[in-house]
T-cell receptor, first 113, second 116 residues
Framework: DGGITQSPKYLFRKEGQNVTLSCEQN?????MYWYRQDPGQGLRLIYY???????QKGDIAEGYSVSREKKESFPLTVTSAQKNPTAFYLC????????????FGNGTRLTVT | GNSVTQMEGPVTLSEEAFLTINCTYT??????LFWYVQYPGEGLQLLLK?????DKGSNKGFEATYRKETTSFHLEKGSVQVSDSAVYFC???????????????FGQGTILTVHP
């Protein structure tokens, strides 16, 4: 079955360390997205990519970085510059056609202490 | 800018009760509207969608009608079950036929708890 795989499900890091969250899709979707979810705040867009080797900042990109070297993969690095990194991170993809809904992975919960 | 406002939660209901979760939006043009559901510890799943005015999206007993005159997309279900307990998100994509596809704007989410 096609889908989006995020790993790991839970991740723990010490403050000051960079950490990379994995996102892989086998849906042959062109566009991929990273969202951050905090209690009571809905989802906020971090970065998105509409095509390989290209990506754009979302609403809260500071302290994060991404790469899109392959169509299937869109890893997110949470750097030490991110002031409040503890959150639930969701990866999503879409075929890219207008109005297409997002398909989501099951998320990674990152805890930084 | 674009925005989505959902009714404040949490919402607590007894099984078989009627559910309404209000959602209103602000957007330029003619957005596509969505309801997503998130079960505990999981990602979001598309519940239903509507792409033009007066469209009704429906799935698993849930319904929502795209009302352009009131800029609303309220979610309803006639008889909820314990298994419907989840967080529900209203969302929009502005100008669905253009280049902003996939950049959803989400409401803050409404927690629904259904008791037996």
């Amino acid at each position: 079955d096609g889908g989006i795989t995020q790993s790991p499900k839970y991740l723990f890091r010490k403050e000051g360390q960079n950490v990379t969250l994995s996102c892989e899709q086998n849906l042959n979707h062109d566009a991929m997205y990273w969202y951050r979810q905090d209690p009571g705040q809905g989802l906020r867009l971090i970065y998105y990519s509409q095509i390989v080797n290209d990506f754009q900042k979302g609403d809260i990109a500071e302290g994060y970085s991404v790469s899109r070297e392959k169509k299937e993969s869109f890893p997110l690095t949470v750097t030490s510059a991110q002031k409040n990194p503890t959150a639930f991170y969701l990866c999503a993809s879409t075929p890219g056609r207008g109005g297409s809904p997002l398909h989501f992975g099951n998320g990674t919960r990152l805890t930084v202490t | 800018g674009n925005s989505v406002t959902q009714m404040e939660g949490p919402v607590t209901l007894s099984e078989e009760a009627f559910l309404t979760i209000n959602c209103t939006y602000t957007a330029t043009g003619y957005p596509s509207l969505f309801w997503y559901v998130q079960y505990p510890g999981e990602g979001l799943q598309l519940l239903l969608k509507a792409t033009k005015a007066d469209d009704k999206g429906s799935n698993k007993g849930f319904e929502a009608t795209y009302r352009k005159e009131t800029t609303s997309f309220h979610l309803e279900k006639g008889s909820v079950q314990v298994s419907d307990s989840a967080v529900y998100f209203c969302a929009l994509i502005p100008n669905a036929g253009g280049t902003s596809y996939g950049k959803l704007t989400f409401g803050q989410g409404t927690i629904l708890t259904v008791h037996p």
